[in-house]
């Protein structure tokens, strides 16, 4: 079984949610698909027996022994990546959109396009199985290629261990990285908060999931902040045929297991919302 664990907005619990799920009793593949800012491997500390180097586009680089600070590239770039500092034509790195058009105005044959190669996906054993993960460095974009190969390489891992579960943490939103990350998978756990922000970003995410033909189940986590709200957004997935996976309250033991960098399954196993995720997670496996 295949499950993604989504978000429509950040902060929903999401990542607690995918470290309770990998600490269940079977040894499973988790794949940490939230390359832009991934947090497992905080958590569960990985081996990294294999690393793969991610070309994320290219960056514009000048040349001084060529360029004659004419400023033509600068007039050209719409980006505003390009800069006069007294004299001195300048590339912000982190600005660069990386589309080439100054390297092909520039005189001098000055500018040249280099890689993006700081982006990393790593492959590894945790204590409850293997893991695989990306890592998108600062200012690099195209994360939906990174999350496209953190899912075929969690596969082939998975089925080379004879894994029958993965659970991929998936980020927050409906962009692509997030498309990436549910296309083919068997079940999508959407996580949402009993706000209003809360219900509003279910709703486009459950928009989003319906054009690929999935299953999705919500999870209201810490509906007790809002039972008033958490209420509301059940009544709106029930009247919209939307399965509900359950409801977790609001407790601070799973603050307690994030910063002991253990998930709650493993730092308070006996408590009662280890026993509700364990539920949550048998009712999507029957399904």
């Known amino acids: 079984m295949e499950v993604a664990i989504i978000s429509g907005k950040g902060g929903t619990g999401k990542s607690s949610i995918s470290a309770a799920f990998a600490t269940l009793s079977e040894q499973v593949l988790l794949a940490d698909c939230d390359v832009d800012a991934a947090n497992l491997y905080i958590i569960f500390n990985p081996t990294h ?3 793969q180097v991610y070309i994320a586009g290219q960056t514009a680089v000048i040349n001084y022994d060529k360029c004659i600070h004419c400023g033509l590239c600068m007039d050209y770039c719409r980006f505003d990546a390009i800069s006069n500092n007294n004299g001195r034509i300048e590339i912000s790195e982190t600005s660069c959109d990386g589309c080439q058009l100054c390297s092909r105005v520039c005189p001098q044959n000055a500018i040249i396009m280099v890689d993006n190669d700081k982006s990393r996906m ?5 204590r409850n199985g293997k893991m695989v993960y990306g890592r998108l460095a600062p200012g ?3 994360s939906g290629k990174l999350v496209n190969m953190v899912r075929e390489k969690a596969k082939q891992v998975a089925t080379e261990n004879n894994l029958k579960n993965i659970v991929i943490d998936g980020p927050p939103g409906i962009g692509c990285a997030v498309i990436s990350s549910i296309t083919g998978v068997d079940h999508v756990l959407i996580v949402t ?3 209003i922000s809360g219900l509003h970003d279910l709703k486009r995410t459950l928009e989003m999931v319906s054009k690929f033909n999935l299953k999705p189940w919500v999870l209201v986590n810490k509906f007790d902040l809002n039972a008033d709200m958490a209420q509301e957004i059940e009544m709106y997935c029930t009247q919209n045929n939307v399965s509900i996976a359950g409801r977790l309250p609001f407790d601070s033991v799973v603050v307690d297991a994030m910063v002991n960098c253990k ?5 308070a196993p006996d408590s009662e919302i280890s026993h509700s995720i364990k539920s949550i997670w048998n009712k999507i496996a029957s399904n």
Do not use: A, K, L, R
């Open 140 to 142: 690099e974009e195209n």
């Open 193 to 195: 908060e009993p706000t």
């Open 263 to 267: 998930s709650i399954i493993e730092w």
């Open 49 to 51: 027996s294999e690393e």
């Open 122 to 126: 790593y492959s590894g054993d945790f």
